[in-house]
């Protein structure tokens, strides 16, 4: 590494990162797409697995040798699972259930009498559980109470775990002792889940009784419960763990510093999605880049490994993997597939990829050993030698085959750079409208993931360079519309944002920026998820956010969807043939279409995107007309509390849509529509403040005075210069926020103590002065650096103690721009 470039690195740093006091619930890693996308899951790198966005383990080690002693920096020993009474999933069973209330001091205890309960066979779920799941199982409303009993030949367990699938509230327990619980929350599979300390005791040999509770919220219902023995892995003692001494992030990268004896390691986790470049936001190739300078002036010969594990491609330990070793174009790559591949054959939320083919690269003169074999072997064999003798060619379990490579040179007081690639080859990436779609980088077929990977080590200074510059304006930008804690907020955000979407094109060539709903139902190209992560992409990319609208607009333009309203979606990621959500959402997503493509027209400063989709804007539009005003009891983005008639804040969203299509009538020259439509509005919002006053706020429904709620819509009124409302109601509404704030944020509305972080920002954004701007983030803040929960970004939390309460790892979090793109266009 030349002095300049050192230089340049530390001035870039020391700009754009901060110190270890900064804890992202979970840090990115590699974020290439919905699917390609691995974190870690606490503070410390080497402190746990790294993971899924979902949660599930996909391990990538890396562990360094320094003069023939092996410490370990990332991941962590993968425990193994060992059945102590099967899931559903695993094997059938039967259990006592009833639907009716029981003693709720009593039911779960060995005594209780259940001869009116019913026996059925499990997994229990409501009837809209549409999926394979629970296909000889019983159906149950929105409760279920159901008794499991079995027996043990011992109860000796290293760490009994259960293993669980419930959607929504459950509790759980073992024995008649309270084993676990989770409300308000679900999870989209089966997971394992660590049981109370007492309930661990509770297990004996003999017979046992598990109890479990589950109410259904919203959507499906599901509830599947089994036992485990988490056992530690062993034969791992000879490995050192190397001192963690910071964790910083910028916009396109984690950074993480060690003690490795007298060699400290710099390795950074660099993502280039840099959005003014479309091929590097498509092109599926991260970087992690170590930086190893020795301390104590002398010479050390050093070996890094990188593995990663087959669990990378596909979407259970289950399912087989081959992989495959292969020199081109001066680089060695290393890849792994699903021996059975399915082409886009997996839809869903908890899910993840299993076809295509994860990558491993490096220049090959920088390599010294590489091969596959089980994670136990590779480890076992870089820790003695510093090199690896494993080539096991042969198709195996998932978790029990891994790839991995050794970098190697000798290091002194000089800083000494070196870098592997990790990618993945989907092939095809999303089946839209019934026609397959190759990812961007590769839309006419021509390209190849070997290409790319010399392409990307090719370019790797440049990229790095552009990654620093990115990260500076990120960085900066945000600083200087809304404070320090605002812009590590939207640091933290910013990888999350952008890689919860797939870039493809359509036939056409133009750009479909699809997004993908995670933890929340796996729809792809939701308008209510476009709708909260837009400012990111107005200011740094529009064509990006036209990509994301362009699918709803042809759903309509088509034929194919002949409501005279938005939908609410393109179908359930990766296919996009048409909505598959159950309800529609009329006011809602056609306000937010209008608007939004006035927000484009905006920021290209032309009216060229309103033009080509005029006539479904104005159909959206007559919509609103007549029943945006007012709405129904139809389902809006805020219902997470049930549905209301008459929503306050879902009709300000109606009118800023009509607002904005006036403005866009008036630049086509409709001058008489432009006309009576923004008499419409102004009438509207006359009307709006007189239903909605409540003396010192504006009420969450029009007929009920004693509610409230964030009316984060009315943002746009300012930013849009729509002048519709005068400024008093933000003032009024803002005002009354600040009474309402709870330690982790103010809640959505006066229903629930829980709340929504993009709404959060966007309600701050509508203060008139910087103190009550970061009064109302702070909170915010707080939530994102002490939230228990270590999970990737959940936008959906309770204000009271932090907890996730749903949604993790989404798009949404592009809405925290919002002030950014207010500054700008000021």
Known sequence: MTKLWSFLLLFCFSLTTFAQTFRPPAAPLITIDPYTSVWSFGNDLNGSITKHWTGKPQPMDGLIRVDGKTYRFMGAPTPTMKTILPTAKQAAYTAKFTTVKPDPNWWFKEGYNISTWKQAPAPFGTHDRNDAMLKGGTEFANEVWYRREFTLTAADFEKATLNIFHDDDVAVYINGVPAYDCAPCFTGDYEFKPISASARKALKKGKNILAAYCKNGAGPGYIDIGLADEIAPKGDDVIQVAKQTSLKMTATQTIYSFEAGPVRLKASFVAPLILKDLDMVSRPVNYVVYELVSTDGKTHQVEILNSVSGLWAVNDAGQQVAGKSEIQNGLLMLSLENREQKLLGRKGDDVRIDWGNAYLAAAATKVKGSGMGTPEEIIKSFSKSGSINANQTTAAHADAKSIAIVLADKVGAQSLSMHVMLGYDDGYSVQYFGENLRPWWNKDGKNTIQNELKNAENDFSKILTDCEATDEMIYQDALKAGGKQYAELCVLAYRQA???????????????????????????????????????????????????????????ESGKWTKPFAAHDVG??????????????????SGNMLTLTYAICKAENNIDFAKKHWTTLTTWANYLKKEGFDPANQLCTDDFAGHLARNANLSIKAIMGLASYAKMAEQLGDTKEAAEVNALVKDFAKKWMELADSGDHYALTFDNKDSWSQKYNIVWDELLKLNVFPKTVAEKEIKYYLTKQKPFGLPLDSRKTYTKSDWIIWTATLAT?????????????????????????????????????????RSVVGGYWMKVLGEKWK
């Open 498 to 556: 952008i890689s919860a979407h797939k870039l493809v094109a359509q036939p056409s060539g133009t750009p479909l920026f699809l997004s993908k709903e995670n933890f929340s139902n796996g729809s792809i190209g939701t308008v209510d998820i476009t709708y909260p992560s837009a400012p990111l992409f107005l200011l740094y990319n529009p064509t990006l956010l036209k990509g994301m609208m362009e699918p709803i607009f042809y759903y309509s």
């Open 572 to 589: 359930t990621y990766p296919l996009a043939n048409g909505q598959t959500y159950g309800e529609d959402m009329p006011v809602e997503e």
């Open 769 to 809: 002065n910087q103190p009550d701007f970061e009064a109302l983030i702070k909170p915010v803040y707080k939530y994102a650096m002490e939230t228990p929960d270590r999970i990737p970004l959940s936008d959906w939390h309770e204000t009271v103690n932090g907890k996730s309460v749903g949604f993790r790892a």
